[in-house]
């Protein structure tokens, strides 16, 4: 196991680190989180350690990002357990800030999600890509990264953190890496844990929702919406409590798409009972099968 990473929690302790870090000459790599850490948040973590030479991973529980307030009460935190598992991953730093630290008294400076966040996520849960596209300013601005590393599994998220660090021409790059499945395909993720053993093996359609998306383009399909009702019928005969969407897109605009003339993006969000999951995969042009990245 590596050393323990170092536990920062304040404003100095983070202006200490990372001045050391700068007399160093070492580059950084940011990794933000939520906790409640994973081999898909490790993931991330362990291709920061490969491309940079220090890495430090944030671990706050953004409340303006969740449009639910249930859900926020019981998101499950267990600070001890990530820095444990981030030792084992290889981070050198650790940033656990309190709510005032993120957010001082009299904050003001909220950020208004770009064009890209309106549909799908944004359609679904208003309000929440404003909590995420301002506690991402707050942290790459507290923290002068070369890297951020995010997950493939929040698609929309990965292109409007994208948009946002582009529109006001912050100096970071975005790495958006591949997502992380269960064996049984389903894409990693905290809200996993509160599904019964009934509903984890029914949340495996959506993995199964993908793989025959990637099977109908590669026998030639192009049309979205035969597609698309071809994935309904999927959710529906396994069952699925709620359908937000499902989306065959513009991997950049996010727009929909009715001929897969392009490389396409794959969106889904469904209910299975009271948990919400996600997915999505790339899905090339029939006549460019082969070329595309794994779901």
């Not at 005969?237 to 490389?263: F, H, N």
Request: glycine content about 6%; charged content about 20%; proline content about 6%.
């Amino acid at each position: 196991m590596s050393s323990r990473p170092l536990l920062l929690t304040d404003q100095d302790q983070l202006d200490r680190a990372l001045a050391d870090c700068r007399q160093q000459g070492r580059s950084l790599g940011l990794v933000p989180t939520m906790g409640a850490l994973h081999e898909g948040h490790l993931s991330l973590v362990q291709e920061s350690v490969r491309q940079c030479d220090s890495t430090i991973t944030t671990i706050f529980l953004n409340a303006a990002q969740f449009d639910q307030q249930q859900d926020l009460a019981s998101y499950p935190c267990d600070l001890q357990r990530d820095i444990e598992m981030l030792a084992a991953a290889g981070a050198d730093l650790v940033f656990a800030p309190a709510e005032d630290i993120i957010y001082p008294e009299g904050f003001s400076d909220w950020v208004n999600p770009p064009g890209v966040a309106e549909d799908w996520e944004g359609r679904y849960r208003p309000d929440h890509f404003r909590g995420v596209c301002t506690v991402v300013k707050q942290l790459f601005t507290m923290i002068p990264a070369q890297i951020a590393f995010f997950g493939a599994k929040d698609y929309q998220q990965a292109q409007v953190i994208q948009s946002l660090v582009k529109t006001l021409d912050l100096p970071i790059q975005i790495k958006v890496c591949p997502t992380v499945r269960e064996p049984d395909g389903l894409a990693m993720s905290s809200r996993n844990t509160y599904l019964s053993p009934q509903q984890r093996k029914q949340a495996t359609v959506l993995y199964s929702c993908i793989e025959e998306a990637l099977k109908s383009v590669a026998a030639g399909t192009s049309d979205c919406q035969s597609l698309l009702q071809q994935l309904n019928e999927m959710l529906a005969a396994a069952a699925v409590d709620q359908v937000d969407y499902v989306a065959i897109v513009d991997p950049e605009t996010l727009r929909p798409l009715q001929q897969l003339d392009r490389p396409a993006r794959l969106l889904l969000a469904v209910y299975i009972g009271t948990v919400r999951l996600i997915d999505n995969c790339l899905l090339p042009t029939p006549a460019a099968t082969g070329s595309g990245d794994s779901p």
